[in-house]
């Protein structure tokens, strides 16, 4: 049974920072791209962030050049990075594995609220 544990959020103001972790359990975690998305309320939720099992990183337009998804492979875990923090970046952050069609369960998820 897979787990997926998301940690990071919180309030913050704008332009502030914020990093999110996503701790993966009971899976062989380096073979998987993994995924950051989001769910505003009122919004189906988005990806925003990708990274294959090689490195390679994908990113929504929305967030490119602020946020920095990233894996330690050997922790088991995904992290996303999010500077320049904007009040629209405000929602509830996820992990998965995979893309637009993921492949395990949804964790509870992290809250980000992005306000002055």
């Known amino acids: 049974q897979v787990q997926l544990v998301e940690s990071g959020g919180g309030l913050v103001q704008p332009g502030g920072s914020l990093k999110l972790s996503c701790a993966v359990s009971?899976?062989?975690?380096?073979?998987?791209?993994m995924g950051w998305y989001r769910q505003a309320p009122g919004k189906p939720r988005e990806l925003v962030a990708a990274?294959?099992?090689?490195?390679?990183?994908n990113y929504a337009s929305s967030v490119k050049g602020r946020f920095t998804i990233s894996r330690d492979n050997a922790k088991n875990t995904v992290y996303l990075q999010m500077n320049s923090l904007k009040p629209e970046d405000t929602a509830v952050y996820y992990c998965?594995?995979?893309?637009?069609?993921?492949?395990?369960?949804w964790g509870q998820g992290t809250q980000v609220t992005v306000s002055s």
């Open positions: 998965n594995a995979g893309g637009t069609v993921v492949y395990f369960s």
């Open positions: 009971g899976s062989i975690f380096s073979i998987y791209a």
């Open positions: 990274i294959s099992s090689g490195g390679s990183t």
